[in-house]
């Protein structure tokens, strides 16, 4: 796992949540995907309010999923957090 010191605690605890579901991440129960949503939206939230950009928060969301070792095997699970975080970067702005 690479804590990063500059980076949010949200992010922080991200990488954790994804390095202790990576070995079944094919097969969360709903519970564990409702909280990994949660923590993706509060993530992007942080990300959001430090300016970045939507893209960029994408490229981060999936760089941690594939850095804590979701392979190959929970790619859906990365779309699904990418699709939490667009929606949830747009949300405010969809008004």
């Known amino acids: 796992?690479?804590?990063?010191?500059t980076e949010p605690a949200s992010l922080a605890a991200l990488?954790?949540?994804f390095?202790?579901?990576a070995p079944h991440a094919a097969t969360l129960s709903?519970?564990?995907r409702a909280r990994l949503r949660?923590?993706?939206?509060?993530?992007?939230?942080?990300l959001k309010a430090a300016g970045e950009l939507p893209e960029r928060v994408v490229v981060?969301?999936?760089s941690v999923a594939r850095e804590e070792g979701i392979g190959?095997?929970?790619?859906?699970?990365?779309s699904e957090a990418v699709?939490?975080?667009i929606a949830d970067y747009f949300e405010d702005t969809a008004e």
């Open 1 to 5: 796992m690479q804590t990063r010191s």
């Open 15 to 17: 990488r954790r949540t």
């Open 19 to 21: 390095a202790s579901i």
């Open 30 to 32: 709903r519970d564990e």
């Open 38 to 46: 949660d923590q993706v939206c509060t993530v992007v939230g942080d």
């Open 60 to 62: 981060i969301i999936r």
């Open 72 to 78: 190959p095997s929970g790619d859906g699970l990365v």
């Open 83 to 85: 699709a939490w975080c």
